[in-house]
C-alpha cells in the first residue's frame, strides 16, 4: 500500500449545484504524491506525511503545515 500524504483543497470556483463555494477549503489525506494540482474547481496542495509531526493531527494543523510547506497566504489568493 502507498504511503498517506496530507492535502488542501482550495476552491477557486463555486460549484454550480451549491457543493462548495469559491474560497472554501477542505484538508484530508491521499496516496497523491506530494505537489500542486489544478483540479476543475480548484487547486490541490500535497505534502509528505513527515511534514507534520505531531501525535495528533488537526484539520487545523494539516492546513498550516500545507500552507507553510508552500509559503502560501491564503488572505492573498481569494
Known amino acids: 500500500m502507498k504511503e498517506l500524504n496530507y492535502f488542501i483543497y ?34 490541490l496542495y500535497v505534502i509528505p506525511r513527515e511534514y507534520i509531526k505531531a501525535r495528533r493531527v488537526s484539520a487545523s494543523l494539516i492546513k498550516r503545515r500545507v500552507l507553510e510547506y508552500y509559503n502560501i497566504n491564503l488572505c492573498e489568493r481569494v
Open 10 to 43: 482550495c476552491v477557486g470556483r463555486t460549484h454550480p449545484d451549491g457543493l462548495f463555494k469559491r474560497g472554501d477549503c477542505g484538508v484530508g489525506y491521499t496516496i497523491f504524491g506530494p505537489g500542486i494540482q489544478d483540479c476543475p474547481y480548484g487547486t
